[in-house]
């Protein structure tokens, strides 16, 4: 054809700054870029000589979905700045449990014949980085070898785990026994941390390379000096009345913001023993200044329109300008099926800017009724469990 091109006869230099800007947005795109011909494959660095804790191969865009049915090997992936979908065949889901997706896209695993072997994987890459035993971060884990493998993975969920700032270092916290644990590959155990019992909220975040929580004595940091074994230190004030029974505390990183949501009762003197009254909450959100160490109240999740889906142990922000018009709302906290008000009070949203809250279409059931709504879908992925 007359005009046509061979692009795979471009030289090699374009050819490789091309790949270089390509692999420097996602490195997704890097992979689909290697794949079109053996060309652009010699001119473009492979993901897989490389290990799985280089940073220019971490699918930071990208978030893993929950699905009712889904293939034991496969699982789908959401690109929150795009609202692009894709499926990935991960073939060691078979003999690993999945504990957690980290903020770098990575999946951190244990293996389900002996439950001591934790490892780090690239779903993309299929990269592998092993880390130390299970049983030095949880010496009394023989307790739990005997249950079924869902009730294990549910006890040892480790939402709120990722790479420290140093990019070699990983912070693994099993929410359900109050302990953090920090290692290196190729060292022979955990160094550990046991949180006390002032947590408000379950939802603790990775954000920006570091472990953030929120008690009763703030927003608090997690300092992982050499020589000097980890502590937790106040990032940020709360200065408000807080209940340690009634609180919820839910961290958020909304594009690069580090985000609190302050759930709470609407009535905290009502009657507990009134079910209705006891779910009613109202959300107040604020975004957390480290530089200043204070909360600024907020009405608005900013740029140029996103959303935020909550779930009671993670939760991810999404641009609505990456999906259908009008299918996902601005400023607005989408509740996951796990929270209690979701059920018992039929609440599935709360709007920022006017203070309203949104009702759901249906009630949590087990599954989500088909068909699905994308609201549905993206607020099934973060419900880890039944909340009581």
């Not at 480790?158 to 099993?174: E, F, I, N, P």
């Not at 608005?300 to 996103?306: E, M, P, Q, V, Y």
Request: aromatic share 10%.
């Amino acid at each position: 054809m007359a005009g046509s091109r061979n692009w795979a006869d471009l030289p090699d230099e374009p050819t490789g700054l091309i790949a270089e800007r390509v692999l420097a947005y996602d490195v997704v795109d890097c992979l689909r870029f290697r794949a079109a011909c053996p060309a652009w494959q010699r001119c473009s660095v492979d993901p897989r000589a490389h290990g799985s804790l280089d940073r220019r191969f971490h699918p930071r865009r990208w978030t893993m979905l929950r699905e009712e049915h889904a293939v034991p090997t496969r699982r789908s992936f959401l690109n929150t700045s795009t609202g692009e979908c894709v499926q990935v065949k991960i073939p060691q889901l078979l003999d690993h449990h999945a504990l957690a997706l980290t903020p770098e896209g990575l999946l951190l695993l244990l293996d389900k014949p002996q439950r001591t072997a934790v490892r780090l994987l690239n779903p993309f890459t299929g990269q592998l980085t092993e880390l130390p035993p299970f049983n030095t971060l949880l010496p009394h884990i023989a307790h739990y070898q005997q249950r079924d493998d869902d009730d294990f993975a549910r006890i040892m969920t480790a939402w709120g785990s990722g790479l420290a700032d140093d990019g070699s270092t990983v912070v693994l916290y099993l929410r359900n026994h109050h302990l953090i644990g920090i290692a290196k590959p190729g060292d022979d155990r955990w160094s550990l941390l046991r949180l006390r019992d002032n947590m408000l909220g379950k939802a603790n975040i990775m954000f920006a390379g570091r472990f953030y929580c929120v008690t009763q004595d703030g927003v608090m940091v997690l300092q992982i000096d050499e020589g000097h074994p980890p502590r937790l230190e106040v990032a940020a004030n709360l200065n408000m009345d807080v209940l340690l029974s009634v609180d919820y505390m839910h961290l958020v990183d909304n594009c690069g913001e580090l985000m609190l949501v302050h759930r709470q009762r609407r009535d905290k003197h009502s009657n507990p023993t009134n079910k209705f009254n006891m779910w009613r909450r109202r959300y107040d959100t604020y975004r957390v200044d480290l530089d200043s160490r204070t909360l600024i109240p907020v009405k608005s999740f900013g740029g140029k329109g996103r959303a935020v889906f909550m779930g009671m142990y993670c939760s991810f922000s999404v641009s609505i300008e990456s999906f259908p018009a009008g299918s996902v709302s601005a400023d607005t906290i989408y509740l996951s099926f796990d929270f209690g008000e979701t059920e018992y009070a039929n609440v599935g949203a709360y709007h920022l800017t006017s203070g309203c809250l949104g009702r759901n279409s249906r009630r949590w059931g087990g599954l989500v009724p088909r068909p699905y709504t994308l609201v549905d879908c993206l607020s099934f992925s973060n419900t880890l469990e039944y909340s009581i």
